[in-house]
């Protein structure tokens, strides 16, 4: 079944009808900063206000949160145990569905229960840590040893029964998921972006202001408030308590307050009952239905607002005829839309008695053709087969490009955000054989569990070609101008630390074929010749036909060297001049190594007599690329000026692309826009010195939309939800394109 998610480009407009909410009279000065009269985002900024405040005393992780959870936990009907999250039965021979517990039965052993973060520290953003968030005791719970590790670092899913390890992520067990729901609610705001809703669980967060998400919308309904979890509320709120910290989950005190924060279907109201007066007439229809933003995997609808006799409280939005969300105001992108593909959308307006108006007459969107990168071999993982494993062995399986791909000590069972990866502990992974070369590799890593940081070695027919890094956090890493043509065997071998365990994802790598086709001149120095009466290792003029068949000059130049096999001009305190050749510049790339004693230095790069750049050399081998050159017509390029007259610098492999300016009047104009900073931490800044109207658009490395807007002036643009890694910003204006890597930090 095709799922949709959805993104608003309004404000949330929050809807009358919610309950009149009063606090008890034991909790009225608790709460007395807080206007209950306010819903959405500012009943939720006053209810984060007061618990911040009310949060005084900052536990220790050791030993304070567990001398608390003995207090807290307490099992109601055994005060001699702890209640155990997770948990299920007690009598059925297995210590890890154990629901209750001898309190003092605590520690790190097969058994024994532990404290537990209600989700893993790694999916706060940063990492929780055990300090601050991470040694919150209102998040902490009383945990088997054995069912949290089955937890993991899994995200929470949904489900039913008890708790269970889902093919998407953990479901807490029907007990305890209301309990889950609260604790993340009251996270999101004590921590804010630290402890994003939608970071620890699947779920869209489309109808919501901010990043909650509608399943723990829905367990915060389902299971409703236990005496257990007024027990601990209770305790914390009371600074006389010694492991007390001063401060109350709301959502506990009152589950409603979710509802009049983020909407959704009316949770559990422990306070004043709905005084909503009965209501029996319907809005009116929107109108004017339209669309704009139209992309390949996404759509924005737009409408006049519906009236009503008491309030509008949201819109029904169908997809060819069938119901697919609501929206809260008359703006709504969808996306996850299938490219090329058309689309019949309409809209009807509901108030707060569930009074629905009629439906428009629908609008026919058809989604864009997709763009396609071009890998020569991507692998996702999702082919990955076999039972939900959580030991260590050797797995094989066909790959996304059909060939069998193989990997020791690995499991499968962990994820990266939802997706199946390849978990490896002390082995090694292998890609088939394949053909195309490899020109840039990308990979996604994470280190799960607990361990370092460290590296594997990236290994290209036998050589070491990079590193790839992995740590605690998610990180896309790329490793360029790999440039290895035919046939290629792939493997991530020599991980820094055996007992690390890394999830691996979305491994894929370009081909590369060395073709002179791709240049408008290059040059590799086979053809150099003997000059007479100057010997191959003596320094002089050197003339030579090049592999463009046209001739090459140097001065201060011997021929008898080699790098890697491969023939070299090298030069001391001389020059290397290109013949004249058509086509233009755009960049130019060229080898460089010193050689024999000497330092490091630089020749200029100079074109028609102009120098557009520094060409570095030092005791290791340099490939450099000097870019927008942009010089059209015909050119002479020459390598001149070298830093010091005493070294002696090898020179290979001197290419350089065409330009033809005519060509690219377009491209001049978007390579006109400034897109700073980059890398990216949060907002990428977007300045447009024409204001035309501009469709960007950020794909990840495998081709999938992940942000779409159409722009108009000087714009902003949020990327705190993007993993760290590198992206394509794919900008276009006036039917012309150009594209830019994006580095997210």
Not at 103 to 109: C, D, I, P
Not at 736 to 745: C, V
Request: glycine share 8%; hydrophobic share 35%.
């Amino acid at each position: 079944m095709k799922h949709f998610y959805f993104s608003f480009l309004l404000l949330f407009t929050t809807y009358l009808g919610f309950a009149q909410l009063t606090p008890p009279d034991d909790l009225q000065s608790y709460y007395n900063t807080v206007n209950f009269s306010n819903t959405g985002v500012d009943l939720k900024a006053d209810l984060s206000a007061v618990t911040i405040a009310k949060h005084v005393n900052e536990l220790s992780y050791t030993p304070g949160v567990w001398e608390a959870l003995k207090v807290t936990d307490l099992d109601p009907d055994n005060s001699d145990n702890v209640l155990l999250v997770y948990g299920y039965d007690d009598t059925d021979g297995s210590t890890s569905t154990d629901r209750s517990r001898s309190k003092t039965n605590n520690g790190g052993s097969t058994g024994q229960w532990n404290r537990e973060h209600i989700y893993a520290k790694s999916l706060g953003t940063p990492n929780l840590g055990t300090s601050g968030p991470g040694s919150d005791a209102q998040m902490l719970r009383a945990s088997d040893i054995v069912r949290n590790s089955d937890r993991g670092s899994l995200k929470f899913a949904d489900g039913t029964g008890t708790s269970f390890a889902t093919t998407d992520g953990w479901y807490p067990g029907d007990e305890w998921k209301g309990d889950c729901a609260r604790i993340v609610m009251y996270m999101y705001i004590r921590y804010g972006e630290q402890c994003l809703p939608s970071n620890v669980g699947f779920g869209s967060s489309a109808s919501t202001p901010d990043e909650m998400i509608d399943l723990f919308l829905e367990w915060n309904v389902e299971d409703p408030v236990s005496e257990f979890e007024k027990q601990r509320n209770t305790y914390h709120g009371n600074t006389d308590n010694t492991y007390a910290q001063g401060n109350r989950n709301p959502f506990i005190d009152n589950p409603y307050l979710a509802t009049a924060i983020w909407g959704g279907d009316d949770a559990q109201n422990l306070w004043d009952g709905n005084t909503a007066v009965a209501d029996t007439e319907a809005p009116t229809m929107p109108t004017d239905l339209a669309y704009s933003d139209v992309t390949e995997t996404s759509a924005t609808l737009t409408w006049t607002a519906s009236t009503d006799n008491v309030a509008v409280a949201s819109y029904n939005v169908y997809v060819d005829g069938t119901y697919l969300t609501k929206a809260y105001t008359n703006t709504i992108t969808i996306s996850d839309l299938s490219a090329n593909t058309t689309y019949e959308f309409s809209i009807s307006a509901e108030d707060a008695a569930a009074n629905v108006s009629a439906t428009t007459a629908s609008v026919s969107v058809t989604t864009s053709e997709a763009v396609v990168f071009d890998y020569c071999t991507s692998e996702s993982f999702e082919n990955v087969s076999g039972d939900i494993n959580t030991y260590y062995d050797e797995v094989t399986w066909t790959g996304d490009n059909g060939l069998e791909w193989a990997a020791t000590d690995a499991r499968i069972d962990q994820t990266i955000d939802g997706t199946k990866t390849i978990c490896i502990r002390d082995g090694i992974l292998t890609a088939a054989e394949t053909s195309g070369g490899i020109g840039s590799l990308t990979v996604t890593t994470l280190r799960v569990f607990g361990g370092g940081s460290g590296t594997f070695d990236l290994v290209v027919n036998g050589t070491v070609v990079g590193q790839i890094p992995y740590t605690e956090f998610a990180e896309t890493t790329t490793i360029d101008d790999i440039n290895i043509a035919g046939d290629v065997s792939i493997v991530l071998n020599n991980k820094t630390t055996s007992s690390d365990r890394i999830a691996i994802d979305d491994l894929a790598w370009t081909c590369y074929e060395n073709s002179n086709s791709d240049f408008c001149t290059e040059e590799t120095f086979t053809n150099l010749t003997s000059t007479q009466d100057v010997n191959d290792s003596q320094y002089g003029a050197r003339t030579w036909t090049g592999d463009n068949g046209l001739e090459w000059n140097a001065t201060g130049a011997r021929i008898d060297l080699s790098n890697n096999s491969s023939k070299v001009i090298t030069i001391k305190n001389g020059i290397l001049t290109a013949p004249e050749t058509s086509g233009g510049v755009g960049s130019l790339t060229v080898t460089t190594l010193r050689t024999f004693g000497g330092g490091s230095g630089t020749f200029d790069l100079v074109v028609n007599g102009t120098v557009v750049g520094q060409i570095p050399y030092s005791d290791e081998e340099q490939i450099t690329t000097i870019k927008d050159i942009n010089v059209s017509g015909i050119v002479t390029v020459v390598l001149n000026n070298i830093s010091s007259d005493s070294d002696r610098v090898m020179i290979d492999d001197l290419k350089w692309t065409c330009y033809d300016a005519s060509l690219s009047v377009e491209e001049d104009i978007l390579s006109s826009i400034k897109v700073y900073p980059n890398p990216v931490n949060s907002t990428l800044n977007i300045a447009l010195p024409n204001g035309e109207a501009t469709q960007v658009n950020i794909y990840n490395i495998l081709g999938k939309l992940v942000i779409s807007k159409t722009i108009q002036a000087n714009t902003s643009i949020d990327t705190r939800n993007l993993q760290s890694g590198v992206y394509i910003l794919r900008m276009t204006q006036n039917n012309a394109t150009i594209s830019k890597k994006l580095i997210k930090n």
